[in-house]
């Protein structure tokens, strides 16, 4: 059997990366990586840690480009890649625009693709931006679905998505966090010693992360007024990797840049994301990524977004929806700072790290 894993950003990398590693421990598939590198130097960062090198690099990435260019050139790049390959099966992520026009370009040669992460929604086309269309888009092209939670599977029967095509697997980012813990103890981190060496370690961590297209403009302004207020504490500090997007770098360290207890930093290495989010306090972010990272380590986060796929954690106390205004944001990480919740790791309503074999074990028995 041939199959091939495609994905184009950070996220997307670390979540596929035990797929890959699941995919290559069959002797009866034949397994390719092709990376679209919607995301460059982040991408790139994964692969290294995890040791994967892709046999596809489409390298698309460009300033500022639209998501309308993006698009076209991942169908019309991908197409010579599934020509060539002609796999029995192409595998993509989630929500982004790697996963929804690899999974169109596959339908075009009639390739079965399968859908990793699938079934989550809000059914609000904008929020999140363009992930909602993205993820309904590839749910409707997929053959196989692979919903990480109950949840995910109820809105995908209710879809009217045929039973037998759907399997409940937890999410691979517990798998990935599983294997990144252990390869990131082994290996030590001085990029992640320098962080935490220039804080306080009796004041209280903030993690802030922040990169949510919807968000872009008065959503990261009020962010930014939030931080600003919450520095002026003097039990905290506040670590925030800055996406590299102008739309965000350029807000951000304009805001916050001047204060000494907020250090931005640049994004970091996966092994030292996990550093900080073990020694955290209290998450602030609009991630999905770090929604469900989180639950394994214990750690509670305050969502600024208006609307969440991930209901789970919300649910379950892992995580509270809270938008963006300064204000919230404001009153409840001040609520947490003051009232530490705590959290068992076991309740994760994300699985136990066992998604990626499940996900190989469908794929063989079709």
Same mark, same amino acid.
């Given at each position: 059997?041939?199959?091939?894993?495609?994905?184009?950003?950070?996220?997307?990398?670390?979540?596929?990366?035990?797929?890959?590693?699941?995919?290559?421990?069959?002797?009866?598939?034949?397994?390719?990586?092709?990376?679209?590198?919607?995301?460059?130097?982040?991408?790139?960062?994964?692969?290294?840690?995890?040791?994967?090198?892709?046999?596809?690099?489409?390298?698309?990435?460009?300033?500022?480009?639209?998501?309308?260019?993006?698009?076209?050139?991942?169908?019309?790049?991908?197409?010579?890649?599934?020509?060539?390959?002609?796999?029995?099966?192409?595998?993509?992520?989630?929500?982004?625009?790697?996963?929804?026009?690899?999974?169109?370009?596959?339908?075009?040669?009639?390739?079965?693709?399968?859908?990793?992460?699938?079934?989550?929604?809000?059914?609000?086309?904008?929020?999140?931006?363009?992930?909602?269309?993205?993820?309904?888009?590839?749910?409707?092209?997929?053959?196989?679905?692979?919903? #990480?939670?109950?949840?995910?599977?109820?809105?995908?029967?209710?879809?009217?998505?045929?039973?037998?095509?759907?399997?409940?697997?937890?999410?691979?980012?517990?798998?990935?966090?599983?294997?990144?813990?252990?390869?990131?103890?082994?290996?030590?981190?001085?990029?992640?010693?320098?962080?935490?060496?220039?804080?306080?370690?009796?004041?209280?961590?903030?993690?802030?992360?922040?990169?949510?297209?919807?968000?872009?403009?008065?959503?990261?302004?009020?962010?930014?007024?939030?931080?600003?207020?919450?520095?002026?504490?003097?039990?905290?500090?506040?670590?925030?990797?800055?996406?590299?997007?102008?739309?965000?770098?350029?807000?951000?360290?304009?805001?916050?840049?001047?204060?000494?207890?907020?250090?931005?930093?640049? #994004?970091?290495?996966?092994?030292?994301?996990?550093?900080?989010?073990?020694?955290?306090?209290?998450?602030?972010?609009?991630?999905?990524?770090?929604?469900?990272?989180?639950?394994?380590?214990?750690?509670?986060?305050?969502?600024?977004?208006?609307?969440?796929?991930?209901?789970?954690?919300?649910?379950?106390?892992?995580?509270?929806?809270?938008?963006?205004?300064?204000?919230?944001?404001?009153?409840?990480?001040?609520?947490?700072?003051?009232?530490?919740?705590?959290?068992?790791?076991?309740?994760?309503?994300?699985?136990?790290?066992?998604?990626?074999?499940?996900?190989?074990?469908?794929?063989?028995?079709?």
């Amino acid at each position: 059997m041939k199959i091939l894993i495609c994905f184009g950003t950070r996220p997307e990398a670390i979540k596929m990366a035990p797929v890959v590693k699941a995919c290559l421990s069959h002797q009866t598939i034949k397994t390719s990586v092709c990376v679209t590198a919607q995301h460059r130097e982040m991408l790139d960062q994964v692969l290294d840690f995890f040791q994967i090198t892709p046999d596809f690099d489409l390298d698309l990435m460009q300033t500022n480009q639209s998501l309308n260019q993006l698009s076209a050139r991942i169908i019309e790049k991908m197409d010579a890649v599934l020509v060539k390959e002609q796999p029995d099966w192409v595998l993509v992520h989630g929500d982004t625009t790697t996963s929804s026009m690899v999974a169109l370009a596959a339908f075009h040669r009639g390739i079965k693709v399968g859908h990793v992460e699938a079934g989550l929604r809000t059914y609000n086309k904008y929020s999140p931006f363009p992930e909602e269309i993205n993820r309904q888009l590839t749910g409707r092209i997929a053959n196989a679905h692979f919903a #990480p939670t109950q949840k995910a599977y109820n809105c995908l029967m209710n879809e009217g998505v045929k039973k037998e095509e759907v399997l409940i697997t937890g999410n691979t980012v517990v798998d990935a966090l599983q294997v990144g813990l252990k390869l990131a103890k082994d290996r030590g981190s001085q990029n992640l010693k320098k962080i935490l060496d220039q804080l306080d370690s009796q004041k209280k961590l903030i993690l802030v992360t922040g990169h949510r297209r919807e968000n872009f403009g008065d959503g990261f302004i009020q962010l930014c007024k939030a931080l600003a207020q919450l520095a002026k504490r003097s039990d905290v500090e506040i670590v925030y990797p800055v996406h590299l997007n102008p739309n965000v770098k350029e807000v951000v360290h304009k805001e916050l840049e001047q204060l000494d207890n907020i250090h931005l930093v640049p #994004p970091v290495e996966y092994p030292v994301m996990l550093g900080l989010l073990e020694a955290c306090d209290l998450i602030i972010s609009d991630s999905g990524g770090i929604q469900e990272e989180a639950p394994s380590l214990g750690k509670m986060v305050l969502v600024t977004r208006a609307t969440s796929e991930r209901m789970e954690g919300i649910e379950e106390g892992f995580a509270e929806l809270i938008g963006t205004s300064a204000d919230k944001i404001i009153e409840r990480a001040s609520f947490y700072l003051k009232y530490p919740k705590v959290l068992n790791k076991q309740d994760n309503p994300y699985g136990q790290g066992d998604a990626s074999e499940k996900i190989i074990n469908y794929i063989l028995s079709r």
